[in-house]
């Protein structure tokens, strides 16, 4: 099984829509969460840690479920400028070790 | 947020010579910087964790005699590919971390084997 596992899409959406991106992590004990945008032949940057209240930045809404090891985003009125691939990432270590586990990647593509 | 430089951004090279990719940060301190590669459609894997003044921790299945890594100050780290064959011709990516959640990383480096 893989460490982290995400839906690879591609989601087509009309602008406007609203789409929500799932992943699961097998380690239990994993103590960080982030969803990182990664754009064609570019490197990932991060879009937003992940925390267990759940947590929104604008049209995203990023959600975290330790018990079902279960981590989502939610995009709200989706834009051109939203096509990418969606990284769920994973922190296996508390502190400053950030040996990130990255899941395969959503791709979301957005079109008028 | 902090800035992680990486060079070259794009090389190619001939089938059997070695490639050196180097990776910066450039306004803080990484003690720890991560080296991942990153297949087409598929995602980043790591390959190894850099650490300053010490020698490299490897994944299993990465060849330490065929990607060399060198963390010599607090602000490089190189990762050497030697004898490089078409097959390691990827998308390699440094990371670096200030030691706090977020890892910020370099552009990456495209390479392509001939």
């Known amino acids: 099984r893989k460490e982290v596992e995400q839906d690879p899409g591609p989601f087509n959406v009309p602008e406007g829509a609203t789409v929500a991106f799932n992943c699961t992590y097998s380690?239990?004990?994993?103590?960080?969460f982030f969803w990182y945008r990664q754009d064609c032949r570019k490197e990932p940057k991060l879009l937003m840690s992940v925390y267990s209240s759940g947590n929104e930045d604008g049209r995203f809404t990023a959600q975290l479920n330790r018990a079902s090891q279960y981590i989502s985003l939610l995009i709200r009125d989706s834009k051109l400028s939203d096509s990418a691939t969606y990284l769920c990432v994973v922190n296996p270590l508390s502190g400053g070790y950030n040996k990130l586990i990255f899941g395969a990647g959503t791709r979301l593509a957005v079109h008028p | 947020g902090a800035v992680v430089s990486q060079h070259p951004s794009r090389v190619i090279c001939k089938s059997g010579t070695s490639v050196k990719i180097e990776c910066r940060s450039l306004d803080f301190q990484a003690t720890t910087m991560f080296w991942y590669r990153q297949f087409p459609k598929q995602s980043l894997m790591l390959m190894a964790t850099s650490n300053e003044g010490s020698k490299a921790t490897y994944e299993q299945g990465v060849e330490k005699d065929k990607f060399l890594i060198n963390h010599a100050s607090l602000t490089l780290s190189t990762l050497t590919v030697t004898s490089a064959h078409p097959e390691d011709s990827s998308f390699y990516i440094c990371s670096a971390s200030t030691g706090k959640a977020e890892a910020f990383f370099g552009q990456g480096t495209r390479l392509t084997v001939v």
């Open positions: 380690n239990s004990a994993s103590q960080s």
